[in-house]
Structure formats: C-alpha cells, structure tokens
C-alpha cells in the first residue's frame, strides 16, 4: 500500500531565508503533484511532475523529483509573508489510487 | 462567469436525504475531479472524468454517485450518507488529466 509522508508539518521561518519540504513515498509512482492551501480557501496547484529528474519552478517556489529515491522537493528561496500557506504532495501510479500527505503547515514571519 | 463554480456552497442534511452537488467549469478542460477534504483525513482523490468518462474511481463508497453529462459539468449525487461524510468537497478541472487543475470554491457539506 503506498504511504506518503511529507515533512516537516509544521514550518515557521523568517523571511527571506531559504527551506525545503520533503514529500516521500513508500512504493513506485510516476506521478506527483504539490498543492497550495490558504487557511478557509480552496485548493490550488502548483507542480505535476511526471518523470524522474523532472524540475519545475514558478517564482520563490522550485520542485523537483527523484523516482528512484521515491522522493519529491519544495525548496523555497527567499522566502516572503505571501507564501505562508498549507502544502500538500499527492502521489500516485498510473494505474492506482492517488495519495495525499499530511501537509506542510508552513508560516513564514514578517 | 469564469473559472470553477460549485453550488451549493454549504449543505446540510439528514441520513436519509438525497442531495446533489453542481460543478461548473467555464474554462474549456477536459477533464473534472471530485475531492474530499475532511478534518481528520489526508485529501481524498474521490472521482476523475476525461472527455466524460470516468477514469479514476477511487475506493469511494456507493453512496457517492458522480455524473458527468458533459464536459462542463459535474454532479456527486449523495444518498444515506453518514456523519463522518462531513467534509469540504472540492471540484476541479485540467485541460487534460495531469495538466495544472483549477478548484473549485468547494461545497461545505454537513449530514447531521
């Protein structure tokens, strides 16, 4: 059964400092996607990775994923009070259900 | 209007009601999703359509019964639900399926 972990779950840093959120997996996926959650708000997607090596990057935030370490990155560079927010990977075969983590719980102080 | 709608934004009903909820998506994609976020659980991947047809059904119990009757449009018929099915559920859709999704504003639903 495919577990999913991501870690920390709770993240409060300064701003302008740099992190990483790891989102790792228990059995063999090609696919995975990290989410943006704003307290009381909807969802919204901000990564689909879908091959080993893969790397994408939209402003202050960078994914990347390593199929065979089973392991998917946030980085966060530099960060700023607008990116405190709930991060979730989700992760699944193609063929298979797909699932969730926890979520990051980050905070980032002014 | 543009983006994901859904309707109704909040709900409440018995165990023994029968509700549907709507999602509108204004934004030409191909593909519609139905996810359920509830306090104690991760995110739930419920049901996935591509081009109308169901693609993805994820261990969701029969008493949630999605319909697609068009690429635009997306219900989840609820029948005998159960409290622990109190949850925000959460519409989506993507040009195609694994391309970027846009949500929904979500649909409160409490079965009392």
């Known amino acids: 059964e495919l577990k999913v972990e991501q870690n920390p779950l709770f993240l409060s840093m300064q701003e302008e400092k740099n992190y990483t959120i790891y989102c790792n997996y228990s059995t063999t996926s090609d696919r995975l996607y990290w989410y943006r959650q704003d307290p009381g708000k909807s969802l919204e997607s901000l990564f689909v990775?879908?091959?080993?090596?893969a790397v994408k990057q939209e402003g202050r935030l960078m994914a990347s994923l390593d199929t065979k370490a089973r392991l998917s990155t946030l980085h966060i560079t530099a960060a700023v009070h607008d990116l405190s927010a709930t991060y979730f990977c989700a992760v699944g075969p193609r063929d298979d259900k797909i699932i969730f983590g926890k979520g990051t719980r980050l905070h980032i102080l002014p | 209007e543009t983006g994901v709608t859904q309707t109704p934004r909040h709900l409440v009903m018995g165990m023994t009601n029968k509700k549907s909820l709507k999602c509108e998506q204004h934004?030409?994609?191909?593909?519609m999703y139905w996810y359920k976020q509830s306090a104690k659980k991760p995110l739930e991947l419920m049901f996935v359509?591509?081009?109308?047809?169901?693609?993805e059904n994820n261990s969701v119990p029969s008493r949630f019964s999605p319909e697609c009757p068009n690429s635009s449009h997306l219900f989840l018929h609820l029948h005998t639900l159960q409290p622990e099915d109190s949850a925000l559920y959460l519409c989506a859709s993507s040009q195609e399926r694994d391309s970027s999704e846009f949500f929904g504003p979500g649909t409160r639903l409490t079965v009392l």
């Open positions: 359509y591509s081009l109308e047809e169901r693609v």
């Open positions: 934004l030409g994609h191909n593909a």
């Open positions: 990775l879908l091959s080993n090596g």
